[in-house]
Nanobody, 116 residues
Framework: QVQLVESGGGLVQAGGSLRPSCAAS????????VSWYRQAPGKQRELVAR???????KYAESVKGRFTISRDNAKYTVYLQMNSLKPEDTAVYYC??????????WGQGTQVTVSS
Protein backbone atom coordinates (compact mmCIF):
# COMPACT_ATOMS: atom_id res chain seq x y z
CA GLN A 1 0.00 0.00 0.00
CA VAL A 2 1.24 3.49 -0.88
CA GLN A 3 -0.03 6.80 0.40
CA LEU A 4 0.79 10.00 -1.50
CA VAL A 5 0.81 13.45 0.08
CA GLU A 6 1.19 16.56 -2.05
CA SER A 7 2.50 19.87 -0.79
CA GLY A 8 3.97 23.04 -2.21
CA GLY A 9 0.97 24.50 -3.95
CA GLY A 10 -0.12 28.06 -3.31
CA LEU A 11 -0.90 31.46 -4.76
CA VAL A 12 1.49 33.03 -7.23
CA GLN A 13 1.39 35.84 -9.76
CA ALA A 14 1.46 35.14 -13.46
CA GLY A 15 5.03 34.54 -14.61
CA GLY A 16 6.04 33.11 -11.26
CA SER A 17 7.15 29.62 -10.25
CA LEU A 18 6.07 26.87 -7.87
CA ARG A 19 7.47 23.43 -7.13
CA PRO A 20 4.86 21.08 -5.68
CA SER A 21 6.15 17.83 -4.27
CA CYS A 22 4.55 14.45 -3.66
CA ALA A 23 5.85 12.30 -0.84
CA ALA A 24 5.11 8.57 -0.71
CA SER A 25 4.65 6.82 2.60
CA UNK A 26 5.73 3.55 1.09
CA UNK A 27 8.43 2.68 -1.37
CA UNK A 28 8.61 4.04 -4.89
CA UNK A 29 10.05 1.42 -7.18
CA UNK A 30 12.15 2.55 -10.09
CA UNK A 31 9.67 0.73 -12.33
CA UNK A 32 6.71 2.80 -11.13
CA UNK A 33 5.19 5.40 -13.42
CA VAL A 34 4.63 8.70 -11.65
CA SER A 35 2.40 11.48 -12.93
CA TRP A 36 0.89 14.83 -12.11
CA TYR A 37 -2.71 15.56 -13.09
CA ARG A 38 -4.76 18.69 -12.57
CA GLN A 39 -8.43 19.54 -12.38
CA ALA A 40 -9.82 23.04 -12.77
CA PRO A 41 -13.36 23.92 -11.63
CA GLY A 42 -15.94 22.57 -14.06
CA LYS A 43 -13.33 20.68 -16.09
CA GLN A 44 -12.19 17.08 -16.31
CA ARG A 45 -8.99 15.92 -14.69
CA GLU A 46 -6.16 16.05 -17.22
CA LEU A 47 -2.64 14.68 -17.40
CA VAL A 48 0.03 17.34 -16.90
CA ALA A 49 3.27 15.34 -16.82
CA ARG A 50 4.35 11.71 -16.58
CA UNK A 51 7.62 9.86 -16.01
CA UNK A 52 7.86 6.11 -16.50
CA UNK A 53 10.31 3.59 -15.10
CA UNK A 54 12.85 4.36 -17.82
CA UNK A 55 12.65 8.08 -17.02
CA UNK A 56 10.86 8.81 -20.27
CA UNK A 57 8.61 11.83 -19.89
CA LYS A 58 5.40 13.05 -21.42
CA TYR A 59 3.88 16.50 -21.04
CA ALA A 60 0.61 18.13 -21.94
CA GLU A 61 1.09 20.50 -24.87
CA SER A 62 -0.03 23.42 -22.73
CA VAL A 63 2.87 23.00 -20.27
CA LYS A 64 5.72 21.88 -22.52
CA GLY A 65 8.81 24.00 -21.97
CA ARG A 66 7.43 25.41 -18.71
CA PHE A 67 6.94 22.38 -16.42
CA THR A 68 9.41 19.64 -15.50
CA ILE A 69 8.63 16.41 -13.67
CA SER A 70 11.33 14.70 -11.63
CA ARG A 71 11.62 11.95 -9.05
CA ASP A 72 13.91 10.99 -6.22
CA ASN A 73 13.40 7.30 -5.54
CA ALA A 74 15.73 7.40 -2.53
CA LYS A 75 13.48 10.03 -0.89
CA TYR A 76 10.26 8.48 -2.26
CA THR A 77 9.34 11.92 -3.65
CA VAL A 78 8.10 13.25 -6.97
CA TYR A 79 8.36 16.92 -7.97
CA LEU A 80 6.76 19.23 -10.52
CA GLN A 81 8.76 22.34 -11.29
CA MET A 82 6.34 24.91 -12.74
CA ASN A 83 7.76 28.03 -14.34
CA SER A 84 6.20 30.91 -16.27
CA LEU A 85 2.86 30.17 -14.67
CA LYS A 86 -0.32 31.41 -16.31
CA PRO A 87 -3.80 32.03 -14.87
CA GLU A 88 -5.04 29.03 -16.89
CA ASP A 89 -2.71 26.79 -14.84
CA THR A 90 -4.97 27.39 -11.84
CA ALA A 91 -6.26 24.00 -10.65
CA VAL A 92 -5.96 21.34 -8.01
CA TYR A 93 -2.87 19.29 -8.80
CA TYR A 94 -2.88 15.57 -8.01
CA CYS A 95 -0.02 13.14 -7.79
CA UNK A 96 -0.49 9.65 -9.22
CA UNK A 97 1.59 6.49 -8.99
CA UNK A 98 0.94 3.55 -11.30
CA UNK A 99 2.44 0.21 -10.33
CA UNK A 100 2.66 -2.89 -12.53
CA UNK A 101 0.46 -1.06 -15.06
CA UNK A 102 -2.62 -1.90 -13.01
CA UNK A 103 -2.55 -0.43 -9.52
CA UNK A 104 -3.24 3.30 -9.16
CA UNK A 105 -2.52 5.44 -6.14
CA TRP A 106 -3.68 9.07 -5.79
CA GLY A 107 -2.82 11.91 -3.49
CA GLN A 108 -5.38 14.28 -2.00
CA GLY A 109 -4.36 17.20 -4.21
CA THR A 110 -2.78 20.61 -3.71
CA GLN A 111 -4.30 23.89 -4.88
CA VAL A 112 -2.36 26.06 -7.31
CA THR A 113 -3.76 29.53 -8.00
CA VAL A 114 -2.17 31.89 -10.50
CA SER A 115 -3.33 35.49 -10.40
CA SER A 116 -3.18 37.77 -13.42
Amino acid sequence: QVQLVESGGGLVQAGGSLRPSCAASGTIFSSDTVSWYRQAPGKQRELVARMDGWSSTKYAESVKGRFTISRDNAKYTVYLQMNSLKPEDTAVYYCNLLRWSTVNYWGQGTQVTVSS
